[in-house]
């Protein structure tokens, strides 16, 4: 269960894959081959978007969306064989990495299998047909929990994944699939395989209460938590994303923040990132380079689990269409040294074993992690602007640990970086008299 949530899952790094898009043939072989590469960078967990055959009937775009799935029981002809993805498993392991796949469970194509076998399992309109509760979602159908037999056939296809060698399931939308279902099936899934890593895409909190004023069911982070390890932060997303846009609004993302750490139960983790399938490339989204590094070096440096999307490294400024082949564009890799950087760091002494603070939002982002004698202390150049700023730091000359170069500290004070900095310092600093009024206040 998530309260048992290891307190090392907050130091994960996850990559997320979209297997179409990946390599040249778009198989399980290219990623197979790309492997070696991704867990050198400092990647625990990778993470394949639906690995399913994908419905036909109604679908978008040429090929069809992932997420609109005929059978949960079989992998897409078009990536190679099952037995092909339980081998990648198995070298996916040799190598110390943990395999996760997509879990799409409120809803199915409107050709899947189980519609076939069981249409008495799907919500159904008036006249007796199945229906999706999201109008914009027009190719699937969505499932109705009310059947226990329903859950039973998920649970022993979760069952079945992790049997193969399957680490941890991603589940899409899980904030409008029952609870009790997914507190169910962690404890059978816990029961074939221990460990099992469960990340919830928790949804826009607009979205929840949407769908609650139309009489639907969606759980809030809170309430998710009592299942899964991970949560997006999706809560506060929008937020962020008009940070990014405006600096002005960096107080209020700040605060936002800090709300999370005392809203939500303690053994919460959320999981931080820049882009992933749904959202724009951080490389389009911010308005320079050095600010677009500066946001990724922050969401790394977080506190929770950090996402990267294939293609990040190599900073694209397009998000692949995920109804057609639209390949990533690995060019020369560009930003893998720097997120290498950010994906180790995520495993130094102070953030596996320290308490992380916020501690100033302007003119730049700065936050430490305090362990027991020494700590690692950030600044993020977010707003592109160049100025000095007060750090608790004692004067000195220090490393950056994201390009070796030397920081000066003199009284008290230090130069905001082009992009971002992270010092390690030996001792122990009180962040609490360093905290800006407006990040606890809204002043």
């Not at 099992?196 to 938590?225: K, N, P, Q």
């Not at 995920?322 to 002494?349: E, I, M, N």
Request: charge should be negative; aromatic fraction near 12%.
């Amino acid at each position: 269960m998530a309260q048992d949530t290891p307190k090392s899952y907050r130091n994960l790094v996850l990559y997320e894959i979209y297997v179409r898009n990946h390599g040249k043939e778009g198989t399980f072989a290219n990623v197979t081959a790309d492997l070696p590469r991704i867990k050198a960078m400092g990647v625990d967990v990778i993470w394949f978007m639906p690995i399913h055959p994908i419905g036909q009937l109604n679908k978008k775009g040429n090929l069809g969306c992932p997420y609109s799935i005929q059978d949960y029981r079989e992998v897409n002809p078009e990536y190679g064989t099952k037995k092909e993805f339980e081998l990648l498993c198995q070298y996916a392991h040799a190598l110390g990495l943990k395999v996760m796949i997509d879990v799409v469970y409120n809803h199915t194509s409107h050709d899947a299998l189980l519609l076939q076998q069981h249409p008495e399992w799907y919500h159904q309109d008036e006249n007796g047909r199945p229906v999706t509760t999201v109008p914009e979602w027009s190719d699937v159908i969505d499932l109705d929990y009310s059947h226990q037999g329903l859950w039973d056939y998920q649970i022993e296809t979760l069952q079945m994944w992790a049997r193969l060698g399957v680490d941890g399931f991603r589940c899409d939308v899980a904030s409008i699939v029952p609870l009790e279902f997914w507190k169910r099936a962690c404890t059978a899934v816990a029961q074939v395989k221990p460990g099992v890593i469960w990340l919830a895409e928790s949804v826009h909190t607009v979205f929840v209460i949407d769908r609650r004023r139309h009489g639907l069911m969606a759980h809030a982070d809170g309430e998710v938590h009592e299942a899964f390890d991970l949560s997006y932060d999706y809560d506060i997303w929008p937020v962020w994303e008009k940070a990014v846009k405006d600096p002005a609004m960096l107080p209020h993302y700040a605060s936002l923040l800090w709300f999370q750490q005392g809203i939500y139960p303690a053994h919460t983790i959320k999981m931080r990132c820049v882009e992933n399938h749904d959202q724009p490339r951080i490389a389009r989204r911010a308005p320079s380079r050095a600010q677009a590094l500066a946001w990724t070096a922050f969401q790394a440096f977080n506190e929770g689990a950090f996402l990267i999307y294939a293609g990040q490294e190599s900073e694209n400024r397009h998000t692949p269409d995920l109804f057609d082949v639209d390949k990533v564009k690995w060019g020369a890799y560009s930003a893998q040294a720097f997120l290498t950087r950010l994906c180790h760091l995520k495993k130094h002494p102070a953030q596996m074993n320290g308490q992380f603070t916020l501690l100033a939002c302007q003119p730049a982002l700065a936050a430490l992690w305090q362990a027991e004698g020494e700590g690692l202390y950030g600044v993020f150049n977010v707003t592109g602007e160049t100025a000095v700023m007060p750090t608790p730091l004692p004067d000195g000359i220090y490393v950056n640990l994201l390009d070796d170069r030397q920081i000066e500290v003199r009284d008290g004070e230090m130069a905001v970086p082009e992009t971002a900095v992270l010092l390690s310092y030996q001792g122990t600093i009180d962040p609490m008299p360093n905290l800006m009024p407006n990040i606890l206040f809204g002043q």
